[in-house]
């Protein structure tokens, strides 16, 4: 039998209390040297722990969640004997494990920028800054093209070793002359990235410490001085994943390396790990689904396939230019997530849409007298608070509204929380933030929340967390017009409400026609789960809670 060793996270800088965010090996695994053993995750950065010894696992001293910090014991190993007195692991980015560590900046020590900027508005070349002695990094993602007007410290690319990813932010502002690198190169320290020229912007910006400021370094032997011909960056890792626009995945480096070697964009996948991070069983997930023709998108279908057991015959090809001239414009990246899914949901959910008109008048009076009185509060109410909260109450009637159908396909899951999802719309494409808990929640609460989501999702800084977990969603597009419409289901829910702009009718009140603010609903529900009269139902509840908001009380 070896040695028993505790395997302890090493020195990567002078990160403290850093979530473990995926444990790699159990009890009784056998491990090699340098081997993952965890994924640890700040703000900032993942990182895989290798292991100082290889051996057999014979305890864990962590789990998912734990807080950790240098010299924390991850595991107990059954040493192998001849390595037992194995080398603290190297850090991802430094080679040569038994060497001292080179200074490095490691992804959770932000370090600071080294070198001069320009002191005149000219053009430059960014080159990669010191972090180590790491060499040949692939380029995993270029975030910038020529022409791009970018802000000191926005990311411009992301190398990755095979266990740690990291983003290079720019060192100045500027406009992006030209690239020098593209995804699949291989960079090391002085690699150029790319030439930018420095605008107004720029120059009116902080500069850069001057080249002679000393950088943190990840240990006390740190000698390694900043380049002086090149702007050294620091290198921050990448920030938390979103769906929204520009986002990038949100995975630790062996779940790329995975979805790399199986040729997955981790674009197309919305991560089920804390903070939507994508996780090793969410890309399976995906190809499996993507094996089985569930939510195939078009360019799969050109060729004609079988989606969800349905033969799809090819899309039609032409050539557009035959017939005039065109312009090819390029999806953004919402688009291109959004897509497949509306298509999926579209194809797999036997939709059924019920309108209802509701009789707003009293409401609508109602809110502007609050507004007015709350004028100086800044919190203006729309109608969608108010259909929020009628929804709510509406929900809890019709429980089947507020479910899923289980995985299995032979339940119903129905929840007991409320959290509504409204579709914004924003200059990147559609997204749906939920605001949760409104059951529990006042008017002005959801007035003040779904503005402030709403401008999130407009600045493209909605978190994955922000569109998660809703249970029923509300497409609004009353602040615009239309009449009446056909929302698609936001699966795995079962309906969604569409708004329509409210207009003045003349409505029969049994002796004449009187003047009347009428607010259109649609309502589309999920066949599979319920029927036309109970969204008859459900429709009409709605619109008589809306006709009498004091009914939302009972
Ligand atoms: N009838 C009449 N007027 C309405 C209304 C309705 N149903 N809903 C909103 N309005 C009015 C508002 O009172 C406001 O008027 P004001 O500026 O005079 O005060 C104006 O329209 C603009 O409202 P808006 O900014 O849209 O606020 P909102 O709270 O109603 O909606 C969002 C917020 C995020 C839902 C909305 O901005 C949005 O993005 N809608 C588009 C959703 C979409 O694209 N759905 C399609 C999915 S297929």
Redesign the pocket.
């Known amino acids: 039998m070896g040695n028993l060793v505790e395997v302890k996270v090493p020195d990567i800088g002078d990160f403290k209390d850093v979530e473990v965010i995926e444990v790699l090996v159990k009890a009784g695994d056998t491990v090699a040297r340098e081997q993952s053993l965890i994924t640890v995750e700040s703000d900032k950065a993942s990182m895989e722990i290798p292991s100082s010894h290889a051996g057999r696992v014979k305890a864990m001293r962590v789990k998912l969640g734990d807080k950790v910090s240098e010299g924390s014991v991850i595991l107990e190993l059954e040493a192998d004997e001849f390595a037992a007195a194995g080398n603290p692991p190297r850090p991802p980015f430094a080679k040569g494990g038994s060497e001292p560590r080179q200074a490095a900046s490691p992804p959770f020590e932000k370090g600071q920028n080294s070198s001069a900027a320009p002191t005149t508005d000219q053009a430059f070349q960014v080159t990669v800054p010191d972090i180590g002695d790491f060499k040949d990094v692939e380029v995993i993602e270029v975030l910038v093209k020529p022409g791009d007007r970018i802000d000191k410290d926005q990311s411009l690319i992301t190398v990755e070793s095979d266990k740690a990813s990291m983003e290079i932010p720019s060192p100045a502002a500027g406009v992006v002359q030209s690239l020098s690198v593209k995804i699949g190169d291989k960079v090391s320290q002085g690699s150029p990235i790319l030439t930018l020229a420095t605008s107004e912007a720029a120059a009116a910006a902080p500069r850069p410490a001057p080249s002679s400021a000393p950088r943190p370094t990840a240990s006390p032997s740190a000698t390694t001085s900043p380049p002086s011909t090149a702007y050294a960056v620091d290198m921050v890792a990448r920030p938390e994943v979103t769906a929204s626009a520009g986002a990038i995945p949100h995975a630790s480096p062996s779940v790329r390396k995975f979805a790399r070697e199986l040729g997955v964009d981790l674009t197309r996948i919305a991560g089920s790990g804390p903070k939507g991070r994508i996780t090793h069983d969410d890309v399976r997930e995906h190809v499996k689904r993507a094996l089985s023709g569930v939510g195939r998108p078009a360019a799969a279908a050109a060729a004609g396939a079988a989606v969800g057991g349905l033969n799809v015959i090819a899309w039609p090809q032409v050539d557009f230019a035959k017939f005039g001239p065109i312009e090819r414009v390029e999806m953004s990246r919402i688009r291109k997530l959004s897509g497949p899914n509306l298509a999926r949901n579209w194809v797999m959910i036997p939709h059924v849409t019920n309108h209802e008109d509701a009789d707003v008048t009293e409401l609508e009076a109602f809110r502007v007298q609050l507004n007015k009185e709350s004028e100086k509060s800044g919190v ?1 109410v ?3 608070a108010f259909l929020i909260k009628a929804c709510v109450a509406a929900l809890k009637k019709f429980p089947d509204f507020n479910s899923s159908i289980a995985p299995e396909g032979d339940a119903i899951i129905r929840k007991n929380y409320w959290h509504i999802g ?4 924003t200059p990147n494409g ?1 997204v749906v933030p939920v605001i949760k808990d409104a059951d529990k929640k006042g008017i002005f609460e959801i007035a003040q929340e ?1 503005a402030a989501l ?1 401008a999130k999702a407009r600045d493209g800084k909605l978190a994955i967390g922000d569109m998660q977990g809703g249970t029923f969603s509300i ?6 017009g239309g009449t009446y419409f056909t ?2 289901i936001n699966a795995p829910e079962v309906a969604i409400l569409g ?4 207009t003045t009718k003349p409505v029969w009140d049994g002796k004449q026609f009187v003047p009347r603010l009428i ?1 259109p609903l649609s309502l589309s529900w999920d066949h599979r789960v319920v029927d036309g009269a109970a969204a008859a139902r459900f429709n009409a509840y709605l619109a008589s809670l809306l006709a009498d908001f004091r009914r939302v009380l009972l």
């Not at 497409?475 to 615009?480: K, M």
């Not at 708004?499 to 409210?502: N, T």
């Open positions: 203006k729309t109608m969608l409204f579709a914004a719309d559609l779904t709403a497409s609004s597009l009353g602040g615009i929302p698609i708004v329509c702009r409210a607010l």
